[in-house]
């Protein structure tokens, strides 16, 4: 009689990691969305070729690195790690994880509290090596010193092409005017037609509702074609020193590079009046009579 036991021993099961890859660029210029195109073929490669690695998405996109608010594919890889849909992020680098200390920050302990472990390709940093965390956060805090002294450098740049009389105007929203092949503003004549005729309604005691009123009535579209006016927009135009030939620069600027919020300029940076700068659509009297009767 055969007293042998048998013990069956379960094969081992290797853990399966779920891996994302975050990659960004922070403009559209063709080389780096060359890059952004890189990265993804890279760790779409480089994730699905690794032995117990399962692909759980790359989310790529181009933003800013200093806001987090508006970075869509960040925000959705962030709700994936709560709905517990990833176990590990790649990236290549922290300052393409993000250039703002404060928010950098928050995310990333919070993905630590989630049990998620997120390596830096570029510096070679792993935050599941509790030694490594310290040296992230100062490495976060480095990026964000960049990107300050990068605007810093920008801003300075802005102002001595202020100085020197250069001007770039949008003209796309820009009722009246296109731009020739040297980049100079000139009159689109039907459209000059409704603006003069804006300035005349106003002079005549229409104010910008009953202007507003008037032109959708009449199905006179806006610069972008729409039959739907807005007052702002109207009073915009009964206030843009630009159709008397003249450009009033830095109106407004950005606050601080973290925020990217424009602010009204009421005396904390030079303004620059550069007059004769192109053709004009409203004669001068006629401007400043409207200027005088809106702030009566």
Not at 58 to 75: C, K, L, P, V, W
Not at 215 to 220: G, H, P, R, S, V
Not at 221 to 242: Q, V
Not at 262 to 267: E, L, P, S
Request: proline fraction near 1%; glycine fraction near 6%.
């Amino acid at each position: 009689m055969n007293n042998n036991i048998v013990i069956e021993i379960p094969p081992i099961k290797k853990e399966v990691l779920q891996v994302a890859a975050y990659c960004r660029v922070s403009t559209a210029y063709e080389e780096q969305q060359t890059s952004l195109d890189s990265q993804i073929q890279y760790y779409t490669d480089y994730i699905n070729n690794h032995e117990g690695w399962v692909l759980a998405g790359i989310y790529s996109e181009q933003a800013s690195g200093t806001r987090f608010d508006n970075r869509t594919a960040f925000n959705r890889m962030m709700k994936d790690c709560r709905a517990r849909k990833i176990d590990y992020i790649i990236t290549k680098s922290i300052s393409r994880f993000g250039r703002n200390t404060l928010p950098f920050l928050r995310s990333f302990n919070e993905l630590l509290g989630l049990g998620i472990t997120i390596y830096f390709e570029m510096e070679r940093l792993d935050s599941s090596d509790w030694r490594m965390r310290k040296i992230i956060a100062a490495a976060a805090a480095v990026a964000q010193s960049e990107s300050e002294s990068k605007s810093a450098n920008i801003k300075w740049g802005i102002q001595r092409s202020f100085e020197k009389g250069h001007v770039k105007l949008n003209h796309t929203n820009f009722l009246g005017y296109t731009k020739d092949a040297n980049g100079k503003l000139v009159i689109v004549e039907e459209e000059a037609k409704i603006v003069r005729f804006i300035y005349d309604l106003y002079l005549k005691g229409y104010g910008c509702r009953k202007i507003k009123s008037y032109l959708e009535k009449n199905d006179i579209k806006t610069a972008t074609g729409k039959s739907e006016w807005s007052t702002s927009t109207i009073d915009r135009i009964l206030s843009n020193e630009k159709y008397i030939g003249t450009v009033l620069s830095q109106k407004s600027y950005v606050e601080n590079c973290l925020t990217h919020k424009q602010v009204k300029n009421n005396g904390e940076l030079p303004m620059y009046l550069m007059e004769n700068n192109h053709e004009a659509i409203i004669s001068k009297e006629t401007f400043e009579e409207v200027q005088h009767r809106k702030f009566l």
